[in-house]
């Protein structure tokens, strides 16, 4: 069985909003990135992302950019001690106008290895995506950033 997962909510303001509170990278590190964030999600982009919770930036592949529908990022999985040596997991975002103003976001991350680490480092991800929505809900419709000091 393959790890996989998808997490959702909805936020309560206009997709294109919404969708530059992930593209933006001073609004990422408004509410996500606690390190920072550097560059702009662009097709063909390499970014980095740092966190507190795990220190050092993070190179992250932009794969593709649909402007307020669609952000798909690859990035590097945790390293196990499979000898097959590190691997790319791909975590697609979509945003959807709803009819009543609200966007609804979901991410989906999949191609960790069907192994304990990678069992592991999916439910991971999958705690911190729901995180990331949780924070950008408070962020986007009440500038609150929850994460400042989590982690520190």
Request: charge should be negative; charged fraction near 25%; proline fraction near 5%.
């Amino acid at each position: 069985m393959a790890y996989e997962f998808t997490v959702g909510g909805r936020i309560s303001r206009p997709v294109h909003d919404v969708f530059e509170a992930v593209a933006d990278p001073a609004r990422l590190s408004g509410y996500f990135t606690t390190g920072g964030a550097k560059g702009r999600l662009e097709t063909g982009a390499v970014v980095t992302w740092d966190f507190h919770d795990f220190p050092g930036a993070f190179p992250v592949h932009v794969v593709e950019v649909v402007p307020d529908r669609k952000i798909v990022l690859r990035w590097d999985a945790p390293p196990d001690d499979d000898a097959a040596g590190l691997y790319q997991t791909t975590v697609t975002m979509t945003f959807e106008a709803l009819e009543d103003g609200r966007t609804l976001v979901r991410i989906h991350e999949a191609g960790w290895r069907e192994n304990e680490a990678g069992q592991k480092a999916s439910y991971g991800n999958c705690e911190g995506w729901t995180g990331m929505l949780a924070a950008m809900k408070a962020y986007v419709e009440h500038g609150i950033n929850l994460r400042d000091g989590f982690y520190k």
